[in-house]
């Protein structure tokens, strides 16, 4: 397949495991902590008989920039399952498609941190906007009781974003995709395993349904992830970057047809903005330092 039909697919298959992390948890109870585990469960055993069967290895030289990349990462992707299970899909997934803007903030941070390096007022506006969004979108589209949730949401896009400059690091090092993966899957069935026996309740039991739900969870991140890798791999950076915002799409379609969740017109504009301001940050990084869009690969 060509490298943009990949990317399509692969956001389809990921607004899909959106959907099935809201039913899992709106419909049987299961938590955050939960969903989690069960992915990375998912994701570890695929990835460890793909290596298994291609004769890969597991070795890694670095395993303290694996530890960080897999802590932020889990903690963003704890943080979003939470906010897909209190917020509409299309608003939990567009507060996460922010990580761009969030990378574009850091880039500006850095350059004033260093001392006369130029900040390019364009990338500057690009975060203005994509605050402005955030602003349309939390603002008109949930009660006070969800505030909380949509700052979950909100720091989700932002660890999303430590760990994507993470992953970048890593390639620099020379560590494949398939064992940065590999890492943060096992991180996440670690991490959400303490979780929920920290918490009250503990596991859940399974029926048929919830337990099918939970499988489907990772197999369709770990399958997105597959894709989206090989038409990072085939494909043009921006070409695929821009794709990707295809998710905040599916998402709202389903977050409609399925859930009946009626945004007012403010939030949709509030997502326009966020996917324009998102789709120039990208494009600035990406004449700066056309490597940085690599990092794509490896998160959702």
Not at 201 to 221: I, K, M, R, S
């Amino acid at each position: 397949m060509s490298a943009p039909l990949l990317m399509v697919l692969a956001t389809l298959l990921f607004a899909t495991m959106g959907l099935c992390v809201k039913v899992a948890s709106l419909h049987f109870g299961y938590t955050a902590g939960e969903i989690v585990m069960y992915r990375g469960l998912v994701g570890t055993l695929a990835l460890f008989t793909l290596a298994r069967s291609q004769g890969l290895s597991l070795k890694t030289k670095v395993p303290a920039m694996h530890f960080w990349r897999s802590l932020s990462g889990v903690i963003a992707l704890s943080l979003w399952f939470y906010a897909i299970s209190k917020l509409p899909l299309a608003t939990a997934m567009t507060l996460n498609y922010m990580s761009s803007i969030w990378m574009a903030l850091f880039l500006i941070g850095g350059a004033v941190m260093m001392g006369g390096a130029r900040v390019d007022p364009r990338l500057i506006t690009t975060v203005l906007i994509g605050f402005v969004g955030v602003a349309l979108v939390l603002r008109p589209s949930m009660s006070e009781d969800q505030f909380w949730h949509g700052l979950a949401g909100l720091a989700s896009g932002m660890l999303s974003a430590m760990a994507y400059l993470q992953v970048t690091a890593l390639g620099r090092v020379g560590e494949p995709e398939y064992r940065v993966v590999f890492y943060f899957s096992m991180g996440g069935a670690v991490a959400g395993a303490l979780v929920s026996l920290a918490t009250a309740g503990g596991w859940h039991g399974h029926t048929w349904t919830g337990a099918a739900l939970l499988l489907a969870v990772g197999v369709l991140a770990t399958g997105a992830q597959l894709l989206m890798t090989r038409a990072y791999s085939i494909g043009k950076p921006l070409v695929n970057a821009s794709l990707q915002y295809l998710g905040i799409v599916f998402s709202a379609l389903y977050s409609v047809l399925i859930f009946q969740d009626l945004l007012p017109w403010t939030a949709w504009v509030g997502i326009g903005l966020i996917v324009v301001a998102g789709l120039g940050a990208t494009l600035l990084r990406a004449r700066n330092t056309p490597q940085d869009e690599q990092h794509s690969v490896s998160e959702s």
